[in-house]
């Protein structure tokens, strides 16, 4: 299984982006889908899931402002970042799970087995 992040970059405060995470050796609809992010000298926190079911789910710091969703025939999930703000930047890993998650184990980095390179997003005027 392999994952591989990309769409990171340099963006204004407000700003767009759009992450992408490509899976290969597996089924994506098999698995459940995490994107993670680590700023430096923070721990590494959960941002948003996609269940092997298709529900997403976001954590409260970026609920409204970005879209998960997941693309079968190009076996690829994406994160829309819409709104960005400074404390946005870090670098956005997408990780992968065989089957379903539940409750906050979705945003519990221990639950996932495979994880991509990871992007880096930095938000600065």
């Known amino acids: 299984l392999l994952l591989v992040e990309s769409g990171g970059g340099l963006v204004q405060p407000g700003g767009s982006l759009r992450l992408s995470c490509e899976a290969s050796?597996?089924?994506?609809?098999?698995?459940?889908i995490g994107w993670f992010r680590q700023a430096p000298g923070k721990e590494r926190e959960g941002v948003s899931c996609?269940?092997?079911?298709?529900?997403?789910y976001y954590a409260g710091s970026v609920e409204g402002r970005f879209t998960i969703s997941r693309d079968n025939v190009k076996n690829t999930v994406y994160l829309q970042m819409n709104g960005l703000k400074p404390e946005d930047t870090a670098v956005y890993y997408c990780?992968?799970?065989?089957?379903?998650?539940?409750?906050?184990?979705?945003?519990?980095?221990?639950?996932?087995?495979?994880w991509g390179q990871g992007t880096q997003v930095t938000v600065s005027s």
């Open positions: 990780a992968a799970r065989f089957g379903p998650l539940y409750g906050s184990s979705r945003f519990d980095r221990s639950n996932y087995y495979h």
């Open positions: 050796g597996i089924t994506l609809d098999d698995y459940s």
């Open positions: 996609i269940s092997s079911t298709g529900n997403t």
